[in-house]
């Protein structure tokens, strides 16, 4: 999970206290943040909302790596996108990935979110992605 989120170092324990401090207050105001994702062997990942810096919002999942090729990403994002557009009237979802990572791309355009050309952090940094409402809806019915 770390690998792509955290640069593959330990995540501190204040961090995760800031990241679930984040989320509550995303939930309070904005209604959406981060889900918890568990199945029979306990913690499985997380997926979620979150705001940009820009204005806009982002979806975002990590998966513990016995987790990975299961599915599992795609259901998550795949909830969470139906929550921000059917319940909550978002207008457009961006995502964010490092350009290294590979599956979370794939799991990305799986989902019909296509590459936003004008926010490219270049050929190793972060790409972005966006699908709009209109898109969701013609591609996930």
């Known amino acids: 999970m770390r690998l792509h989120l955290w640069d593959d170092q330990p995540v501190a324990l204040d961090t995760v206290r800031e990241v679930v401090a984040a989320s509550r207050a995303s939930f309070a105001a904005q209604w959406y943040g981060m889900w ?38 795609i259901a998550a994002a795949r909830a969470v996108l139906d929550q921000a557009f059917d319940v909550l009237g978002l207008s457009r979802v961006l995502g964010c990935v490092d350009t290294a990572n590979h599956a979370s791309w794939r799991v990305l355009e799986k989902l019909g979110v296509t590459p936003l050309a004008d926010r490219a952090d270049g050929p190793t940094g972060m790409g972005w992605l966006q699908i709009t409402r209109e898109r969701w809806r013609s591609t996930s019915s």
Do not use: N
């Not at 306990?42 to 016995?66: K, M, N």
């Open 36 to 73: 918890l994702l568990e199945d029979e062997c306990g913690f499985a990942g997380t997926c979620g909302l979150r705001p940009t810096e820009h204005g806009d919002v982002q979806v975002l999942h990590s998966i513990e790596p016995d987790r990975w090729r299961t599915g599992l990403a």
